[in-house]
């Protein structure tokens, strides 16, 4: 018997999935590492990863100052 998944190929750099795969930990959304920069994940969960990527990326951004 065959199983159908709904879900979304994510194709990212290495950086950006180790943040997933981090996330993934406590979420349990990722279907299927496919390779080095494409993972498949369940589709229902794309806008809440998108959020928690946009946080934790904007955390670690390094903002420059204007002296004045």
């Known amino acids: 018997m065959?199983?159908?998944?709904?879900?979304?190929?994510?194709?990212?750099?290495?950086?950006?999935?180790?943040?997933?795969?981090?996330?993934?930990?406590?979420?349990?959304?990722?279907?299927?590492?496919l390779d080095d920069t494409h993972?498949?994940?369940d589709a229902g969960c794309i806008d809440q990863l998108r959020e928690d990527i946009d946080q934790i990326l904007n955390e670690n951004t390094?903002?420059?100052e204007d002296p004045k």
């Open 62 to 64: 390094y903002k420059v």
């Open 2 to 33: 065959v199983k159908a998944v709904k879900g979304v190929v994510i194709e990212c750099d290495t950086s950006v999935k180790q943040i997933i795969l981090g996330l993934n930990e406590k979420s349990h959304f990722i279907i299927e590492d």
């Open 39 to 41: 993972i498949f994940v």
